[in-house]
């Protein structure tokens, strides 16, 4: 569950000091082990936390102080008007694809719909300034994969990212925004629709603490969290020099595979995904290109050999208690026979494309096996 009010507060005390950074937060409760300790310990034994000079030492020390409770009562005001939550890795909301990072954030601001951060992802990142064939293919590309059940990932950015978030939701799948600023912060300014649109049918994501504003040092780190909450990155277009290369590298070093559309010869917003390509970068002209290579969409699969219950086949063995809420209900709609999609929805009482998520993380799992005419049976 998110964090209550209570549990909040001290956490939040640390979270709002000028210059603390999610890292220096984490390595905070890390050194001392919770965020009381931090609030209470003395001066000295802050300074010995390495990289804390005394300026830091003094504006932590003013958190504790009446000053630093009235700060943040009004940054919880703040959330609570925007409709956020706070997560912690204690949550059982936390991000599994968060717990392995080497700097993982230790507290998330959210607003939306949480299971999303269990569901399958797709990053789509590019150039903020893509010419009309790039709008083009990440609006086409983005709506399949979302058709697809794989939610659009991406950092609510100009360009390519506000493409892929907005295809997505037209194609009446779900998306998820990764913000390099606070919950509370619209940027750009022009994407307040789409912020909107994201808030009441995807989710909306940060590390920052309300009130962060978009500086530009905040947004290369995002795009860690951009691929990790994805099974693949798609880059659209990408120039040479382009922040969409963080998220690339940060793919990589994970061991996420990274997928990259061709463009002309010649154009400086195709330059960076020419140079993928050349580098070993899946190529893709279609979103079976990477459905096929994440998941085997148009290949019929072989019924595994699991253990056999042939005195009653429809009854489903235990489920794993790990599998998110919408995964556990259309596991517990599926049998032994090929049911269409419309059939499972009707009986997890689900809508369709949180139907296919919830399939495609079955399939990835190899609970659930696909066959022609999209229907799908229990393995």
Known sequence: MPLSSSALEPILRLAIVDGIGPARLSALLARFGSAERVLAAREDELAAVPGFGREFVKRLRAAATDDGLRRTHEAMRTLREAGAVAITPDDAAYPDAFRNLPDRPYLLFAIGDLALLAAPGIGVVGTRSPTDYGRRTAISLSGELARAGLSIVSGMARGIDSAAHAAALDAGGTTVGVLGHGIDRVYPPENE?????????????????????????????????????????????????????????????????????????????????????????????????????????????????????????????????????????????????PRPVDDIAAAAELAPSNVLAALLGLEL????????GKQYRRR
Request: aromatic share 4%.
């Open 193 to 337: 629709k789409l912020f909107a649109r994201v808030r009441e049918r995807g989710l909306l994501l940060t590390e920052l603490a309300p009130g962060e504003e978009p500086n530009a040092g905040n947004f290369p780190r995002r795009n860690r969290l951009i691929a990790a909450l994805s099974l693949g990155v798609l880059v659209v277009e990408m120039g040479e020099k382009s922040g969409a290369q963080h998220t690339v590298s940060y793919a990589l070093e994970q061991g996420k595979e990274v997928f990259a559309v061709p463009g002309p010869i010649g154009s400086p917003q195709s330059a960076g995904t020419n140079q993928l390509l050349k580098e070993g970068a899946s190529l893709v002209t279609t979103a079976a290109d990477i459905l096929e290579e994440l998941r085997g969409v148009g290949h019929a699969f072989t019924a595994s050999a699991g253990p056999a219950s042939p005195a009653n086949p429809d009854v489903p063995p235990p489920p794993p208690a790990d599998l998110a809420p919408d995964e556990a209900k259309v596991y517990a709609a599926l049998t032994a026979d």
């Open 365 to 372: 799992r190899e609970l659930v096996e696909s066959l022609p």
